[in-house]
């Protein structure tokens, strides 16, 4: 079971970084936190991988994930932070996002679902907190149905 959980884990990783060249990798640098965000459809993962990080994949799901490391230290380690959000439709119509903190080994990740249509462009404004500055960090990402 450890071994399946470890080559699911690499998978993600690998999916990830993957992910973030293939689309350009998106950061921003707000005060002392390097902020690496993307969002992407769910059905790019695999359901092994789904279900191990508990995404529900479908057509019309997307997956926002943040990962939020420290500028003013040596090596930028990973933080934890308090993170939330709320994602906006171009009709105007909000929804709560709400992140869920993975941790693997020494990378920490923060995972939020958002449901959209064909075509759709969701705006996503988010507040991170790391118990010594928030920071705001707004992006927006177009979703299509595969």
Same mark, same amino acid.
Do not use: C, W
């Given at each position: ?49 789904? =279900?191990?990080?508990? #995404? +529900?994949?479908?057509?019309? *799901?997307? $997956?926002?994930?943040?990962?939020? !490391? ?8 990973? =933080?934890?932070?308090? #993170? +939330?959000?709320?994602?906006? *439709?171009? $009709?105007?119509?909000?929804?709560? !996002? ?49």
């Amino acid at each position: 079971m450890k071994t399946s959980i470890i080559k699911l884990f690499i998978a993600f990783s690998l999916s990830l970084f993957l992910m973030s060249n293939v689309s350009a990798e998106n950061m921003k640098k707000l005060g002392n936190m390097n902020v690496h965000y993307m969002a992407i459809g769910s059905t790019f993962f695999t359901p092994e991988i789904a =279900k191990v990080y508990g #995404i +529900t994949r479908s057509r019309y *799901n997307g $997956l926002i994930n943040i990962s939020v !490391l420290d500028n003013s230290q040596k090596n930028t380690p990973s =933080k934890t932070v308090s #993170i +939330t959000g709320k994602a906006k *439709n171009n $009709l105007g119509q909000f929804k709560d !996002l709400e992140f869920k903190e993975v941790k693997e080994g020494g990378a920490i990740y923060y995972l939020a679902q958002v449901n959209y249509s064909n075509e759709e462009t969701i705006h996503f404004d988010i507040m991170i907190n790391d118990g010594k500055e928030k920071q705001q960090l707004k992006f927006s990402q177009t979703f299509y149905v595969d």
